[in-house]
């Protein structure tokens, strides 16, 4: 039989067609030929027949029998799709954060950034749910929202987003919490646990959600400043922050900032103008991870404020000025750093491309790839400029949670003012609507956009601080903020956890490279 097939397949093509048309002449060849090509053209036919079948039941009568497919029907679950992905992004970087923190702290604080990382996070869900949505997010005054506590009596989706209300929540859950784990930052080694739960309360209960809702809310004041009727009516510009360089970064920024004043600096700390330094991070591999993590989670807090995946251009400029800002940032920061320590600083490039993220959060919309480039390259060198200040201040903050976002938080804010391009106005859940574009003083939109964000800059700067540092000495008093002198001696993860983060983590001599000092 091989053999026979062998030698057909060796028969050239004219050898075939004689071949063919001996056997045509054969009876017995034109009936088996007969019944292949009947068999087939039966089957071609049966096939059709099924497809038939199913396309008029599953398809044509339904569509017969409904109305027309609206647009939001497939719109609406879409954009809620894609918000829920941005959210799910967000809430991973609650992992950059921890090994952030967890690694530029001291080995035996670790445990506590762990904890307070992890507890704060479940509970800002809690308090979120409860209150904190419904003073940011409902409807009320220019203040504070009164609706939807609990959750109840929600509906299908937010406001003109078209997305799911609880799609909505959870990617703004999201968001504060990333507000709250910011606090904790620069005030590693020396809280107690219980003053964490306490000031986290009053941040995530209240804090963060109220003063969000004058930028955020539908009614807030400086989301509708300019407005006939509104704050400020003659200014004829609303202020301006797509996700977050003021709302969350400034916010958490400034709360990091008075815990770190109230709490002093941590035992043993000698600050450089005292002839000290830093307290040295434990893992910087740990820590330059947590950064990266936090990079890549920004692709959700950024992107994803557009709430729209109809805005597919949007989405796209946004992804590409967050990345060339913390790019532009952390190269900056890095090089700024080498003419003052003539060192290639592995902490300060990574808090640069952070510094970047945070200042591109609030313009990432309205500005171009050129201009993020500038703008976070002037982040990187404003936060190696902040924290050698916080050192000359002697304020203590173990992992420049104050520069990094409080102060480049600030400036990302102020940015739009001079690098907003003229051209985009506002995303949408079935398209972007330029018809009312932002421009910038670099761009000849005059000092109207600047001087808006500057007004909702100061105005949510100075009132998180004032309010911040009432809460932090508040919490003070009830001695629960910093832990005794003889635990925090002890070691704060042993006295307040009962454990090690490195029970059987030993360095030996040998390990330990020549240029290593012992006090270390």
């Keep these: 039989m091989s053999q026979t097939v062998n030698q057909a397949v060796?028969?050239?093509?004219?050898?075939?067609?004689?071949?063919?048309?001996?056997?045509?002449?054969?009876?017995?060849?034109?009936?088996?030929?007969?019944?292949?090509?009947?068999?087939?053209?039966?089957?071609?036919?049966?096939?059709?027949?099924?497809?038939?079948?199913?396309?008029?039941?599953?398809?044509?009568?339904?569509?017969?029998?409904?109305?027309?497919?609206k647009a939001a029907d497939i719109v609406n679950p879409v954009n809620t799709m894609w918000t829920l992905v941005a959210a799910f992004l967000v809430f991973g970087m609650q992992v950059g954060f921890t090994m952030l923190e967890a690694g530029f702290c001291r080995s035996r604080e670790t445990v506590n950034v762990l904890m307070e990382c992890i507890v704060d996070t479940c509970l800002c869900g809690l308090l979120f749910y409860a209150i904190g949505f419904a003073f940011m997010f409902s409807h009320g005054n220019g203040f504070i929202g009164y609706h939807w506590f609990f959750l109840k009596d929600i509906p299908a989706t937010y406001e003109s987003t078209g997305v799911s209300f609880l799609a909505f929540w959870i990617f703004q859950f999201a968001f504060a919490d990333t507000c709250?784990?910011?606090?904790?930052?620069?005030?590693?080694?020396?809280?107690?646990?219980?003053?964490?739960?306490?000031?986290?309360?009053?941040?995530?209960?209240?804090i963060y959600p109220i003063i969000g809702h004058w930028a955020w809310g539908p009614d807030g004041f400086l989301a509708t400043m300019g407005a006939t009727g509104g704050f400020l009516p003659t200014l004829g510009q609303s202020f301006h922050d797509f996700a977050g360089s003021t709302v969350v970064?400034?916010?958490?920024?400034?709360?990091?900032?008075?815990?770190?004043?109230?709490?002093?600096?941590?035992?043993?700390?000698?600050?450089?103008?005292?002839?000290?330094?830093?307290?040295?991070?434990?893992?910087?591999?740990?820590?330059?991870?947590?950064?990266?993590?936090?990079?890549?989670?920004?692709?959700g807090f950024n992107p994803g404020s557009t709430l729209s995946a109809m805005d597919f251009e949007g989405i796209g400029r946004v992804s590409a000025n967050t990345t060339l800002a913390a790019c532009a940032a952390g190269l900056t920061a890095m090089t700024f750093a080498y003419f003052m320590s003539k060192k290639w600083d592995i902490s300060f490039t990574v808090n640069g491309f952070l510094a970047g993220l945070v200042a591109i959060t609030c313009p990432c919309y309205w500005v171009s790839p050129t201009g993020s480039i500038i703008l976070g390259?002037?982040?990187?060198?404003?936060?190696?400029?902040?924290?050698?200040?916080?050192?000359?201040?002697?304020?203590?903050?173990?992992?420049?949670?104050?520069?990094?976002?409080?102060?480049?938080?600030?400036?990302?804010?102020?940015?739009?003012?001079?690098f907003a391009v003229g051209k985009y106005g506002a995303t949408g859940p079935l398209a972007p609507d330029n018809s009312a574009p932002l421009r910038g003083l670099f761009y000849g939109g005059g000092l109207t956009l600047l001087k808006a964000q500057f007004i909702g800059s100061a105005i949510i700067t100075v009132s998180t601080f004032a309010v911040a540092m009432l809460l932090m000495w508040v919490v003070n008093l009830t001695g629960t903020l910093r832990v005794s002198k003889e635990g925090e001696l002890y070691g704060i993860d042993l006295h307040e956890h009962g454990i090690s983060a490195y029970p059987e983590y030993v360095i030996t001599a040998l390990g330990s490279p020549s240029g290593m000092t012992d006090g270390r």
């Excluded at 060796?10 to 030929?33: M, N, V």
């Excluded at 709250?180 to 209240?206: E, H, P």
């Excluded at 004043?261 to 450089?272: A, T």
């Design 249 to 299: 970064h400034t916010i958490g920024g400034m709360v990091a900032l008075a815990g770190a004043i109230v709490l002093g600096p941590r035992l043993g700390r000698k600050f450089k103008r005292d002839g000290g330094g830093p307290m040295l991070p434990h893992d910087l591999t740990i820590a330059a991870s947590g950064g990266l993590l936090l990079w890549f989670g920004w692709y």
């Design 180 to 206: 709250s784990t910011i606090t904790s930052g620069a005030m590693i080694g020396r809280t107690g646990f219980v003053g964490d739960l306490l000031y986290s309360l009053g941040v995530s209960g209240f």
């Design 10 to 69: 060796r028969l050239s093509f004219p050898q075939k067609i004689s071949r063919l048309g001996e056997r045509l002449h054969e009876a017995q060849w034109r009936r088996y030929g007969m019944v292949m090509l009947v068999g087939k053209v039966l089957g071609v036919a049966a096939v059709m027949l099924v497809a038939t079948f199913i396309t008029e039941l599953c398809f044509t009568n339904v569509l017969a029998a409904d109305s027309p497919v």
């Design 377 to 418: 390259g002037v982040a990187g060198i404003i936060v190696v400029l902040g924290v050698e200040l916080l050192e000359w201040l002697r304020i203590d903050d173990p992992i420049g949670a104050v520069p990094v976002h409080g102060m480049c938080g600030i400036w990302g804010t102020l940015s739009l003012g001079f």
